[in-house]
């Protein structure tokens, strides 16, 4: 799944998820629209109907439901409500008292019901209510609703007498409605998109492409930065060893054949041995700081002995240090030299500041992985108050990261530290 880490295929994933969310998003919102587009125009087409159909053809001789006007009625309703506007499917005119006294079915047409709450509300407010009929209203029983209907209702005032005009609309007709008013939604909605991403892509590219650069560009210079702190670590390690090194073993080396002389005083001999003690003892140091400025063998069959002699300076210092390497067969130079410069720091941290007894060093290869830990019985810290980092794995931290590794630092008061780090193997 390394292609995954591609900025390009990133970026390109991005933008399919940010266009499927917005498409997603703006055509739930543009249904919501539709659907209260649809709906109002069914609440209008019942407003006009009633108004300009029903209403003329309503009298007071129609609310007392007297048969020469009921059938006045019906025509004119047949002709102008249910054939000549095929959306409406069923008719029914409602006095506030619950009676039903016109349908288009005729065995229902004046009988008492109990309007429900919304068709009050109507008929006290004004305005209009719509609901979807089901087959167990009262008024429905008996009846086959062959397709799902909505019915959408107004109120009237014939003769001085309020009535509620109720029609019956198709749902799937509105639903189609829906669908038509929905439609020039989606394509302005994906034509926009389209438009945005084909002008926003390039600016979007242009700036990736910038920062992958700029993030080579800073890894570049952090490597750069490492080989030379590498190849000066390398120089000074060789100029001690070829100078000083070399002038203090001879020097030790002419003071106890000096001190051997049969010839020599006793007590400058002692004088002599003292001497010679303290320039081995100052030997040994140096060899550990050069073995601490640079290994002279850093690659996987050599990082062992190296870390050994990174924990040398522990024994003169009385705290019991151990090593511990596995697995990290094949591992790249670059890799073990990282696993090195890390375990330095924090090897050097543990002797000069923890005050621990014990440090262990331990490196296995896990997959594909090097994974390196130092763990100390020190009397650690408090990550909220100390900086992690303030001992010289600040800059470690930010190359390790930037070749894709990962390094934590573990600590609590009087419970030692724990540096943790794992890095690719090649």
Avoid: C
């Amino acid at each position: 799944m390394r292609f995954l880490r591609s900025p390009v295929v990133q970026f390109l994933l991005l933008a399919v998820v940010t266009m499927t969310a917005i498409v997603v998003g703006t055509s739930w919102i543009a249904e919501g629209v539709a659907e209260e587009e649809a709906i109002a125009e069914a609440r209008n087409t019942t407003i006009v109907l009633a108004n300009s159909v029903a209403l003329p053809a309503m009298d007071e001789r129609f609310l007392r439901a007297k048969p020469g006007a009921i059938d006045r009625f019906r025509d004119v309703t047949r002709q102008g409500l249910l054939i000549d506007n095929p959306e409406t499917v069923r008719i029914n005119v409602w006095l506030a008292d619950g009676t039903l006294v016109f349908s288009d079915l005729p065995s229902l047409s004046g009988a008492p019901f109990d309007l429900s709450a919304d068709h009050r509300r109507v008929l006290r407010d004004g305005g209009t209510g719509y609901a979807v009929a089901d087959a167990d209203d009262p008024e429905n029983e008996g009846t086959s609703l062959e397709e799902q209907l909505v019915r959408v209702y107004t109120p009237l005032v014939v003769a001085d007498q309020p009535v509620l005009f109720e029609a019956y609309f198709s749902l799937d007709r509105i639903e189609q409605r829906r669908q038509d008013i929905l439609a020039p939604f989606r394509w302005i909605t994906i034509g926009s998109l389209a438009g945005l991403l084909l002008v926003v892509t390039p600016m979007l590219w242009l700036l990736t492409r910038r920062l992958t650069r700029a993030g080579e560009e800073r890894e570049r210079l952090l490597v750069h930065a490492a080989d030379a702190s590498d190849a000066e670590r390398r120089r000074i390690a060789r100029d001690l060893h070829d100078g000083v090194v070399q002038d203090i073993a001879g020097t030790t080396f002419s003071l106890t054949a000096l001190a051997r002389d049969p010839d020599v005083p006793a007590p400058a001999r002692e004088t002599l041995d003292g001497a010679g003690d303290a320039l081995r003892d100052s030997l040994r140091a140096l060899r550990s700081l050069l073995a601490e400025i640079h290994p002279p063998d850093l690659h996987a069959d050599g990082l062992e002995p190296a870390l050994g002699d990174l924990i040398a300076p522990a024994v003169n210092a009385g705290i019991q240090a151990s090593v511990s390497v596995s697995g990290i067969e094949g591992a790249s130079d670059t890799a073990v030299a990282l696993v090195w410069r890390v375990a330095q720091e924090a090897v050097r941290n543990a002797l000069r500041h923890s005050g621990a007894s014990t440090v262990a060093v331990t490196v296995q290869g896990v997959g594909d992985r090097l994974r390196l830990e130092v763990v100390d019985d020190g009397v650690g810290f408090d990550p909220a108050v100390a900086d992690p980092d303030r001992y010289g794995l600040k800059g470690l931290r930010s190359l390790v990261k930037d070749i894709g590794g990962e390094i934590d630092v573990v600590s609590a008061l009087g419970e030692g530290t724990t540096v943790r780090m794992e890095v690719a193997r090649q």
